[in-house]
Each structure stands twice: as C-alpha cells, then as structure tokens.
C-alpha cells in the first residue's frame, strides 16, 4: 500500500556538509532521510522515542539513494518523507530531498526497515504492538 500522507522537513545546508567541490556530501543525505523518517513518524501521532519505551525497534536493514542533482552551502531545501510500502513485519520509506523554491527532486532514496523486539528479534507489529500497526494503516489508507 502507498501512504498519501507525507511529511515536509526543511533543511538548510550547512558549510560542514559539503566537499571540496562545494556541494552536499553524499554522506549527508542518509542523516536527513532520518530527519524526514523522524518527523513523518512524529507526525504519524507516536514519537519514535515513545515505540521504542514500548519495546519495538526499527532498524535500518537497507538504504538506497539516486542523485539527480546537487545542492551547495546555504541552500534551502525539504525532505519529503511518506511510507511506499508496509507489513507487519517490514517498513519501507522514500524520500524526495528537493529545492525549496523550485520543488526540483536533486535526490530520491528509499530506506528499508524491519520492526524487531529490544533484542533485535524481528517480530510482526500487527501482533506485537497492535497500535502502532494501526496508526500506520490509518495513515495510509
């Protein structure tokens, strides 16, 4: 199923953030898919911190990322987060990182999670942790 929701984090790029070119370390967008993942989750109505209290973890088990442009020191930007696809036992998002004042994508990626208990046993969330299984459909109806 695909998420109509979405969410719009804003990011302005920090001279730490580019290379010896003058543009966004590759390194970097990985870091703001985790921003957008964060506040989608945020917005979602359960801060991760609070999934994690009651027990489920979510690690990343696969990131992929395809660089159609770049950016460059104090450029405005947004990551625009929404789930692709879901199962109990697996999330998978993507991510749209564009310009700010045009909306051109200089990026898309996609990261792959799989929701585990504390010992990082994978476990089916529609089971383990019913509510959050439904915020999730909820969201995506």
């Known amino acids: 199923p695909n998420c109509m929701l979405y969410s719009v984090t804003p990011i302005t790029v920090r ?15 990985a870091i703001w898919f985790e921003a957008g993942r964060t506040d989608f989750i945020r917005q979602l109505g359960m801060p991760y911190s609070k999934i994690e209290e009651g027990g489920a973890m979510l690690p990343l088990i696969e990131l992929k990322c395809i660089f159609k442009s770049f950016a460059r020191y104090e450029d405005k930007l947004i990551v625009r987060t929404y789930i692709k696809e879901y199962t109990g036992t697996r999330l998978l998002f993507h991510y749209d990182v564009c310009m700010a004042d045009s909306g051109k994508i200089i990026t898309e990626g996609e990261t792959m999670h799989v929701w585990t208990n504390r010992d990082l046993k994978p476990v089916n969330i529609k089971k383990y942790r019913p509510e959050i299984y439904e915020l999730i459909h909820k969201a995506c109806e």
């Not at 730490?16 to 070119?21: F, G, I, V, Y």
């Open 15 to 29: 001279y730490a953030e580019t290379d010896q070119m003058g543009v966004v370390h590759h390194s970097n967008y």
